[in-house]
Nanobody
Framework: QVQLVESGGGLVQAGDSLRLSCAAS????????IGWFRQAPGKEREFVSA????????YYADSVKGRFTISRDNAENAVYLQMNTLKPEDTAVYYC????????????????????WGQGTQVTVSS
């Protein structure tokens, strides 16, 4: 139904910023929420942030709260994750995912709620 492509990852130094983009295509006429997840080597995939269709509700993992900001531009079918004050522990492959009919932090923070996933973009933060 929806295809997602992440971009914007790269190699940066601690304290730097990156903005990740998630471009959606396909059946984008329906309202969908977007979540960002990340997976570091040897670790399970973890929730990072999520945003509802309207952008009225935004959720963040405690580890990124105050540093990361999620936003979306529905006219361009794009969702962004602004990552500031990056730390080495932020190093991971970052994935965006889309879901229909899921609401609230409990639902949107669970990877199982999402039926559509991008291929991921690598973020590496050096000390």
């Amino acid at each position: 139904q929806v295809q997602l492509v992440e971009s914007g990852g790269g190699l940066v130094q601690a304290g730097d910023s990156l903005r990740l983009s998630c471009a959606a295509s396909g059946r984008t006429s329906r309202s969908y929420a977007i979540g960002w997840f990340r997976q570091a080597p040897g670790k399970e995939r973890e929730f990072v942030s999520a945003i509802t269709w309207s952008g009225g509700s935004k959720y963040y993992a405690d580890s990124v709260k105050g540093r990361f900001t999620i936003s979306r531009d529905n006219a361009e079918n794009a969702v962004y994750l602004q990552m500031n004050t990056l730390k080495p522990e932020d190093t991971a492959v970052y994935y965006c995912a889309a879901t229909y009919g899921t609401y609230g932090v409990s639902g949107l923070s669970g990877a199982g709620s999402y039926g559509y996933w991008g291929q991921g973009t690598q973020v590496t933060v050096s000390s």
